[in-house]
């Protein structure tokens, strides 16, 4: 394979230390990802300084580990000037948090310049997008895509590669916040997203009737008086089952996502929906989307929950397109903590 074809993405912007290689765009020929969950868990959420730490201890590693995972040699060879046969770094600049955007952007650039090939800034909103191009190359669009995760909750139209326009988000907690904060708050642990999903499955999703804000009203989300509504339940009857909470707790989140996913597919006349992003790991989402698709006579696209999460495939597969339509980025581009995804409004 020419090495033309291969991109080496690194992610770093929260709490995941990831290196990729992916050929063509979509072929992923190794994705490592060391997760900090550990290291936090003892906080019951991220701590900014202790993350940018562990990736400074990690990134270098976690590169090697997914240079040789995916056949290349990590000292290069004569042939590529040094280079480990890839034709561009791509690192996430943004959203996230500073000091760990900083790091993998850091080595990145250092790496692009050793190895005389372009380094390719990559949005990470942009790059859960791309997540489901790894898995299905043929994606038809446009597509919604409800992208889903511990930052963000968004509504995204995707009319075609790079050309976005946000249909709705969320207008306090991200969904995955909201996963997060009741966990915590039911002592279920962190990360909260998984921990209710387990729980749940033990519980009754119609044992409690739970607010669904916003559900009538336009493309919007709002998760935070749920999290109140669930903090008042439990204080007003203590007995209640913990799995009852969970499971009607996902209920309500899921029954918004999934309801305001199939009005904006329906008003922009897409030909598919697509999941992305951290909570589209969520077992009840994921069912739940694909009954709606099939009701709607819409392509479901749910990447697996490994390509759902943080992971530096995603970053490599947008890298590519990016460095496709825009060439490479320049070397002074920073980190940029409050990125949007272009076309936001
Ligand atoms: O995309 P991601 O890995 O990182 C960000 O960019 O934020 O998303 C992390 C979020 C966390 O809030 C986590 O609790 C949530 O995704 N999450 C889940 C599940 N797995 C992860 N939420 C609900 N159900 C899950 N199974
Ligand atoms: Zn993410």
């Known amino acids: 394979m020419s090495p033309s074809a291969r991109i080496l993405g690194i992610e770093t912007s929260c709490d995941e230390t990831a290196a990729a290689v992916v050929a063509e765009g979509n072929q992923v020929l190794s994705s490592v990802v060391s997760s900090q969950v550990d290291i936090h868990a003892r906080y ?6 202790i993350a940018g730490r562990a990736h400074v201890d990690l990134l270098t590693p976690v590169v090697a580990e997914a240079l040789v995972k995916a056949g290349l040699d990590v000292r ?5 000037g040094g280079a480990p046969g890839v034709a561009a770094v791509a690192a996430t600049v943004g959203p996230g948090l500073v000091g760990s955007l900083l790091v993998g952007v850091s080595a990145a650039k250092a790496l692009a310049l050793v190895w005389d090939v372009p380094f390719v800034a990559v949005n990470h909103l942009e790059a859960h ?3 489901a191009f790894l898995e299905e190359p043929d994606l038809e669009l446009p597509l919604v895509v409800l992208l889903v995760s511990g930052g963000h909750t968004l509504l995204v139209a995707m009319d075609d590669h790079g050309r976005y326009r946000l249909l709705g988000q969320t207008i306090d907690d991200a969904a995955g916040e909201a996963f997060d904060k009741v966990a915590r708050f039911l002592g279920l642990g962190y990360p909260g997203g998984p921990a209710i ?8 999703g119609d044992a409690i009737a739970f607010p669904r804000a916003m559900a009538d009203e336009g493309l919007d989300f709002s998760f935070s008086g749920l999290k109140t509504a669930v903090i008042t339940h439990v204080r007003k009857h203590p007995e209640v089952s913990t799995a009852d909470v969970a499971a009607s707790f996902q209920e309500a989140v899921v029954d918004v996502l999934v309801a305001k996913a199939r009005r904006a597919a329906a008003a922009i006349g897409a ?3 697509c999941l992305a992003g951290g909570v589209a790991a969520n077992s009840v989402l994921r069912e739940r989307v694909l009954d709606a698709c099939i009701a709607d006579g819409l392509r479901a696209f749910v990447p697996s929950r490994s390509m759902c999460t943080d992971n530096a495939a995603m970053v490599a ?6 460095l496709r339509s825009d060439g490479p980025s320049p070397l002074d581009t920073g980190a940029d903590p409050g990125l949007r995804l272009a076309g936001a409004r």
């Open 44 to 49: 019951g959420g991220v701590v900014p300084e």
């Open 76 to 80: 290069g060879t004569e042939d590529d």
């Open 129 to 131: 997008l791309y997540a």
């Open 197 to 204: 999903d387990r729980k749940a499955s033990e519980g009754r």
């Open 271 to 273: 030909s598919g929906l």
């Open 317 to 322: 597969a947008a890298g590519w397109w990016r």
